[in-house]
């Protein structure tokens, strides 16, 4: 370890903030991983095949790649931008603006996803999906940690940054939770083979009255969950970029 600045210990309260942040991703299976284990795994067992199983649906074949999927995370690319513009819409409109202009959409599926952005903006405001980005990043970033993807000093700075974009884009574990929550049922009603058309009553059904109430009963009955009892204005600390994520980084850019 370089310097001071990468130290991790979890006795210090931005540390634990660090690992409080992946809370929502872990909690759907509390059977494999532990919250405060930086690495999650609760054994060593199949380390290979689990690293193999997330390198494969992420489309990862070297540690650049790695890193350049966190990066695309930490800046909200991957579904944290998916209508952002359509949130500053809704932010200037009023409530029966916001009708009309359902109604005048083309068809049922653009309807129900105009639905669908109403209740997420009422819910999160304009950060719409973005939880959803920087929770699965730092969860690829304590598993690229355990795989020697990630050094000790990136695995700090990371955590780091993605715990200083969190505090301030998000007012507390309450909306972070419910912006993840809304990008994941987004998430899975794209990913699904159906039509749009057979999928929308899931968006707008399922995904809220199943999905959602779901995941806030495995968050309510897990005593052991970090979060919402971790102090939310924990103050983090200032890390520099180590120098080996800025090579890479830069390596990508070029090439």
Known sequence: MSSSQYIFDTSLPHCQWWLAITSPQICYSRDLYDYHIPGMRKTDDDLEAWGRS???????????????VIHQLAMAEVHGKIWMSEFS??????????EQRIADAD????QGEMR???????????????????????FLTRVGYVLGMV???EFAFLLNYFSQQIQKQFSGWEQYQHSFIF????????????????????????????????????IENDPDIPIPALNWHTELPDIRIPETLRSLLNEEEEG
């Open 89 to 98: 819409r809704r932010a200037c409109m009023t409530s029966s603006g916001w």
């Open 116 to 138: 669908f952005l109403d209740v997420v903006y009422r819910h999160v405001g304009q950060v719409g999906f973005k939880a959803w980005d920087y929770c699965r990043g730092s």
């Open 54 to 68: 997330i390198t494969d649906s992420w489309g990862i074949e070297n540690r650049r790649d790695w890193h350049q």
């Open 151 to 153: 050094t000790q000093e």
């Open 107 to 110: 068809d049922e599926v653009a």
């Open 183 to 218: 990008g994941r049922s987004y998430w899975e009603y794209i990913n699904e083979q159906d039509d749009d058309q057979v999928n929308i009553p899931y968006l707008l059904n399922s995904g809220f009255s199943i999905g959602y109430s779901q995941f806030f009963n495995l």
